[in-house]
């Protein structure tokens, strides 16, 4: 009934306040007509019994409890992605849009030394979050790069789990890399630092203890020399 409508509606805009990077929240009945669905970015339409019984969200939602569906982009600006789950009251499902901007936010923070970085894919590869905000995008394909394909093709996901030896980053250049998946998004994170940058300090190491052993022959050869007149 209306009443049953309104408690719906008055729940989402609880919603709303409570979670700024949530776009849309939507209300789906039992029988997966939407009766509510309120809006940042257009009207708000309530009791309009829009057949979404079709819906991935609605589907999934209502088979495994959640739904979370691939990222996508609006108005090929920035990321989106639809979240969906059961209705805390009786049946029906819960569904909202939320923008992912906030993980471009919190990736452009990290970061290691004068090169490192941290980027997300998504289960396919594609890049959904970088420092450079051009390349996502462009949608770029990162399962291309050796150490995202061998973290997409392995069996299991270790926490800070090392990768290939001859991971790259997507320029070409040597990077060392480790990675870690985020379930049960399907997302995985890569922190990455070019690899002359990362052994910098182990090379400078090398180097100290090399001039210390030419210093200690020095000196050896030079109380040899002393001790020989």
């Known amino acids: 009934g209306s009443s049953a409508i309104e408690l719906r509606r008055l729940d989402l805009v609880k919603l709303l306040r409570q979670v700024p990077t ?21 009207l708000d339409v309530i009791g309009a019994s829009r057949d ?42 819960t569904a909202v849009e939320v923008n992912l901007k906030f993980i471009w936010d919190v990736i452009t923070q990290i970061r290691i030394g004068k090169t490192g970085l941290a980027y997300v894919v998504d289960r396919n590869g594609a890049l959904i979050a970088h ?14 790069l050796p150490q995202v394909k061998a973290a997409l093709s392995a069996s299991f996901i270790e926490l800070g789990r090392s990768v290939e030896d001859d991971a790259r980053d997507s320029s070409g250049r040597k990077v060392l890399t480790t990675y870690a998946r985020i379930e049960p998004l399907g997302w995985t994170v890569f922190v ?21 052993l030419l210093a200690g022959l020095l000196l050896a050869v030079l109380a040899s020399l002393l001790l020989a007149r």
């Open 52 to 93: 979404r019984s079709g819906d991935a969200s609605f589907i999934q939602a209502g088979k495994s409890g959640t739904y979370f569906g691939p990222v996508y982009f609006r108005k090929d600006s920035e990321p989106y992605m639809s979240i969906a789950s059961r209705a805390g009251r009786g049946s029906g499902v």
């Open 192 to 212: 990455e630092q070019l690899q002359d940058e990362a052994l910098a300090p182990l090379y400078i190491s090398m180097l100290r203890s090399a001039m210390v």
């Open 22 to 42: 949530i776009m849309e929240a939507s209300y789906i009945d039992g029988n997966g007509l939407e009766q509510v669905r309120l809006s940042r970015l257009a």
């Open 131 to 144: 420092p450079d905000i051009s390349l996502v995008l462009r949608k770029t394909d990162m399962s291309v």
